[in-house]
């Protein structure tokens, strides 16, 4: 078979959930959508080691699991993200937690995600937010998002941006592409990146690749709004 006949492979999946039909059901709506789950846990400590061993492209956790019942799930997918960078994370909480968030990320904005459970219902969201931290991007909830934006911004970086700047940059955090910016605040693809130009000169994020612009200003983003008041 000649390389361009090859099928790509399907992502890999692990999943880890302590609710049975909540696990369950995740795992059918990503193999209906034609990712591959490579494992399924209810315990934290098993889920690293399954994700260790088995090396999916990213892994689907909720916070609060056995063996504690705190955030040992949370703390399990900081491990993973340091044991091995290259699988990416995304996190699922009934809690709207921005600090969760900065704790994920650490120095490292690159393939993580955070998103409130109740998203799931909207499937094609959820499958492209795996997709999109599998593949080194951030997927962050609106509603934790939205509370980050509410914080104090007066000191630090994100001072120097407008209010308009502020909410692409936001939109940004949630992973949105430019033209999924526009589409959100009502915008053109033009505006977005004008406001995107300006972002990347007033944060000073030097002229690199696009993408890593882009999560360098997210993790700009979330340094500065989880800073303590």
Do not use: W
């Not at 609710?19 to 990503?30: C, F, N, S, T």
């Not at 909720?62 to 703390?75: A, C, F, I, S, T």
């Not at 690159?110 to 599998?134: C, I, N, P, Q, S």
Request: charged share 30%; aromatic share 4%.
């Amino acid at each position: 078979m000649t390389k361009s006949a090859e099928v790509a492979r399907p992502l890999r999946v692990a999943i880890g959930e302590d609710d049975v039909l909540l696990r369950e059901g995740v795992a059918r709506i990503l193999t209906d959508a034609g990712l591959e789950v490579v494992a399924l846990s209810g315990d934290a400590d098993d889920l690293l080691r399954r994700s260790l061993a088995y090396r999916p492209d990213v892994v689907v956790t909720d916070v609060q699991m056995p063996p504690k019942r705190e955030d040992d799930g949370l703390r399990a997918a900081i491990q993973l993200r340091r044991r091995s960078p290259g699988i990416g994370v995304l996190i699922l909480s009934q809690f709207c937690e921005p600090a969760y968030v900065a704790d994920l990320v650490g120095e490292r904005p690159e393939g993580v995600g955070y998103l409130l459970k109740e998203r799931v219902g909207d499937v094609t969201a959820f499958v492209d937010a795996v997709h999109r931290v599998a593949a080194g991007g951030s997927a962050l909830d609106p509603e934790v998002v939205a509370r980050m934006l509410g914080r104090r911004v007066q000191d630090g970086p994100l001072r120097l941006l407008t209010p308009r700047e502020l909410a692409v940059l936001a939109a940004m955090a949630e992973g949105l592409s430019n033209q999924g910016v526009a589409e959100s605040l009502l915008i053109s693809a033009a505006s977005v990146e004008k406001h995107v130009t300006a972002i990347f000169r007033k944060l000073r994020i030097a002229p690199v690749d696009s993408e890593h612009r882009r999560v360098q200003a997210v993790l700009t983003y979330l340094r500065a709004a989880n800073r303590p008041r």
